[in-house]
């Protein structure tokens, strides 16, 4: 979890930035859409699209952007032509990199891909090139003020949660995915709001980079993240605590 812990909490803090500009308005948009499109609208049997809405309820995206991005996932409103592709590649010193994005023009955003990954000492690489390198799994922060280990040590073992990962002033939760529904409904039950949530890829294994590495790798993925299809980007890579407190100082 430690290589993922380091770049899990950059761009957890990164989100929180983009939240008040208003950056993820069309990310989450998009997650409704497909949420809507590949599970149909009913929010009570539809956890994926339950929680895109619920996340943009909380970064104060307005009703209407929400209603329309539903409706357009339904088939209420043209537009909801979108699909989950996964862009695979290598950055720099050969971490493994995973893009999921959602596109409305694969001709468009591929391309697009391949030239970020290419600019910032990357490669675009095939359908499973790196995909076996991680576990598919739901990922919650929770502030360490909201609860303490113990507590959310056992309330993970009832609900059916992996691991509970302290990093600094957040806990990192991790379920599988099959398992995001009961563990969410224990949190909240618990009285516990999570600082973020998401489903995402942790590596089964990590390597470590330098500070020179670091920063490009960093870059690389900072710019991926940034990309208006992509909804999160996951990589195999390890900061060591004095490279980390270096880039940081």
């Known amino acids: 979890m430690a290589g993922h812990s380091h770049w899990a909490n950059i761009s957890h803090k990164k989100a929180m930035v983009d939240n008040k500009r208003g950056k993820l308005w069309s990310k989450l948009s998009k997650a409704i859409i497909v949420a809507a499109k590949t599970g149909g609208g009913d929010l009570d ?35 909801g032509n979108m699909e989950e592709v996964i862009y695979e590649g290598y950055g720099p010193g050969g971490v493994a990199i995973m893009c999921e994005a959602l596109t409305d023009n694969r001709n468009r955003t591929a391309p697009e891909m391949r030239k970020i990954f290419e600019v910032h000492g990357g490669n675009l690489g095939s359908t499973n090139c790196v995909a ?16 303490t280990e113990t507590k959310l040590t056992e309330l993970a073992l009832e609900s059916g949660a992996d691991d509970v990962l302290r990093d600094g002033d957040q806990f990192q939760l991790t379920c599988n995915p099959e398992a ?46 940034d990309h208006d299809d ?11 605590d004095e490279a980390m407190a270096e880039l940081e100082g």
């Open 132 to 147: 076996w390198m991680f576990d598919r799994k739901a990922l919650f922060f929770i502030s360490t003020e909201k609860t």
């Open 180 to 225: 995001y529904s009961d563990v969410l409904s224990a949190l909240e039950n618990a009285g516990i709001e999570p600082d973020s949530k998401e489903l995402t890829r942790i590596p089964k294994e990590t390597v470590d980079l330098d500070v020179p590495l670091a920063r490009s790798v960093l870059k690389l993925m900072d710019l991926l993240d």
């Open 45 to 79: 049997t539809n956890v994926r699209l339950r929680t895109a809405i619920n996340d943009a309820k909380a970064v104060s995206m307005p009703k209407d952007n929400i209603e329309r991005a539903y409706k357009k996932g339904t088939g209420e409103l043209e537009g």
């Open 230 to 240: 992509v909804q999160s980007v996951s990589a195999n890579f390890n900061i060591p």
